[in-house]
């Protein structure tokens, strides 16, 4: 029965010197290091359509440090940035004044609540001996939550 997987031999080491922990580690780092996918950056078309004499743009993927300027192109203002892959927030410089994307919702506003948020009565867990109340009504066209405080 030697060299079958029912003799419990098979499954020892030799005394050689077993690889040490520096070198798994090693080893390991390595394999993560060549598993990682690399981001690569993708040319992005930006374009504002909304008229104005100089345009620039400026967002996270520059640390919103440099205003880059957009070049007239007919009727619209175009670059092509090499951006990484991912969502980034950016903002327009137009004539002197800062804008958000138009065709974007204004990032000040919050998002409309979802429809099982409304006309509900939301108790949330007791912290600090006070408890939290809250409700989320349609009023128009507008949303309006009402926040109760009440110590316990």
Known sequence: ???????????????????????FVSWQQDLEDSVK????????????????????????FNNWSTKI???KSH????????????EHQYK?????????DPSECDPALLPEP???????LYALSIKDSVMVLSATHRYKKKYVTTLLYKPI
């Open 114 to 120: 979802n429809h099982v948020m409304l006309n509900h």
């Open 92 to 100: 327009f410089f137009v004539d002197g004044q800062w804008v958000h």
């Open 37 to 60: 996918p690399t981001q690569q950056a993708r040319p992005t078309v930006i374009r504002w359509s909304e008229g104005g004499k100089e345009v620039f743009i400026s967002g996270s």
């Open 1 to 23: 029965m030697v060299g079958s997987t029912d003799d419990p031999s098979v499954f020892s080491l030799p005394d050689s010197k077993l690889p040490g922990d520096k070198e």
């Open 69 to 71: 300027p957009l070049i």
């Open 75 to 86: 009727n619209d203002f175009v670059a092509i940035l090499d951006l990484p892959e991912g």
